[in-house]
Nanobody
Framework: QVQLMESGGGVVQPGGSLRLSCAVPRDKYTVTVMGWYRQAPGEQRVLVATATDGGLKQYGASTKGRCTISRNNGANVAYLKMDSLKREDTAVYYC?????????????WGQGTQVTVSS
């Protein structure tokens, strides 16, 4: 089992910013994709942003233009910067990674971190 290390989150005022980070232990695999999904109470988990080890990035519709994902491939760490936060950004944010051992691909989820946007 691969343990993801998530940090960041908390309570932020509307219009504010935050940064989340997610780290994967270094081992004999390639971290092909790192990213975040979020889930608000009573709703489905949706894409926030992902980034491949080749530099391709994808953003969810609700956060596009307000967030930036970046990666330090050498350290197996990804960062999510979110700006202009809205109350509807309140959710649990989950880090997800895809790891590759040779021809075997597996995905792992973090335990999630709460982000609350409130004044």
């Amino acid at each position: 089992q691969v343990q993801l290390m998530e940090s960041g989150g908390g309570v932020v005022q509307p219009g504010g910013s935050l940064r989340l980070s997610c780290a994967v232990p270094r081992d004999k695999y390639t971290v092909t994709v790192m990213g975040w999904y979020r889930q608000a109470p009573g709703e489905q988990r949706v894409l926030v942003a992902t980034a491949t080890d080749g530099g391709l990035k994808q953003y969810g519709a609700s956060t596009k233009g307000r967030c930036t994902i970046s990666r330090n491939n050498g350290a197996n760490v990804a960062y999510l910067k979110m700006d202009s936060l809205k109350r509807e950004d309140t959710a649990v944010y989950y880090c997800k990674v895809n790891l590759r051992w040779g021809k075997v691909d597996r995905e792992y989820w973090g335990q999630g971190t709460q982000v609350t946007v409130s004044s």
